[in-house]
């Protein structure tokens, strides 16, 4: 099978690709990606030598190179992850967001559909659902209304309507996953957990908006590859899949306290700040669906992988030292006053 993975550079992204070329090696990848702030060609150098991969610095909105490498390469399967991912970022300027998100998207679904892929799995957020009120037992589920509340919310939810009219317009073979707050390696440190665990590491504090009860619920990147794994192999097509973690209602506080803990350190390293405008309180997530039609379920624990994911930031400190520097700071400054 021949894959067009894009945004394979980021945090998602790279996991991905290191996932699937170690279980597919027959696999061809072609990973397209732009290289943003959020892009770490570093995170792919395992593989750089793999006769089976490719990388290609470039832009999802580039209708000719999108069109060329589908028909270049002879892509039967499009794994969708680029995108602006940050919520902040897409407060403090939209722009980036639609331009990616949406047109990037609707670029790629053309390309699709001119060059007849065999399946376009677009990777989408728990966000477009909008809040939850901290004491609701509700769960996003496949039939719950959109209601995004920020840029970023809003660009994916257009994204996923983009993809489900291809799908009902044109019969392009798509499927869409939703999915909720990611961590493990590799993630970016603007990010809670990465942002965490790398400022206890250098002996700083640890920014918390307003008072620190917003709930998510956290799957550890390799499961979120498991689901995608799933889907890819036997998800219908025109279908939303669910994807979540493995966590009861743990707090952005209670996740600072916990890493605190397996560093060893008191919480004098925490410090309020002022909230995020529009801040969702809770995002939780029934991957029932996936359960039940693909027997997809997370297989790890959250204090587990939170340990793993403490220690692999504990081993590849010159990974993240290296972003905390340069336009990182600038953009830290800009965001908390500091
Ligand atoms: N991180 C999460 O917790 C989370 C949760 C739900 C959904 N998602 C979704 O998963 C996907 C991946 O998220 P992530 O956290 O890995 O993001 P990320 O910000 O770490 O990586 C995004 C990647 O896309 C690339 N990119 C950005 N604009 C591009 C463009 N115009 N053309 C080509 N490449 C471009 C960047 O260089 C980067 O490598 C996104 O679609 C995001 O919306 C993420």
Known sequence: MNL???????????????????????????????????????????????????FVKGDICDAKLVNKLMKDESIDVVVH?????????????????IKTNIVGTYTLLEAALKNKIKRFHHISTDEVFGSLSLDSKEKFNEKTPYNPRSPYAASKASADHLVRAYYQTYNLPVTISNCSNNFGPYHFPEKLIPLAITNILEGKKVPIYGDGLYVRDWLFVEDHCTAIDAIIH???????????????????????????????????????????????RKYSVDWSKINKELGWHPKHDFDEALKLTVEWYVK?????????????????????NR
């Open 234 to 280: 036997k998800g219908r097509t025109g279908e939303t899949y669910l994807i979540g973690g493995m966590t009861e209602e743990i707090s952005n506080i209670d996740i600072v306290r916990k890493i605190l803990n397996i560093i060893g350190k008191d919480e004098s390293q925490i410090e309020f700040v002022k909230d995020r405008p529009g801040h969702d």
């Open 316 to 336: 590849n400190q010159e990974w993240w030292k290296k972003i905390k520097t340069g336009e990182y700071l600038n953009y830290y400054k800009r965001q908390y």
């Open 4 to 54: 067009l993975v894009t945004g394979g550079a980021g945090f998602i992204g790279s996991n991905f690709v290191l996932y699937w070329l170690k279980k597919y090696p027959e696999d061809m990848l072609v990973n397209l990606d732009k290289l943003t702030y959020a892009g770490n060609p570093e995170n792919l150098k395992s593989v750089e030598n793999n006769p089976n991969y490719k």
């Open 81 to 97: 992850f680029a995108a602006e991912s940050h919520v902040d970022r897409s407060i403090l300027d939209p722009s980036p967001f």
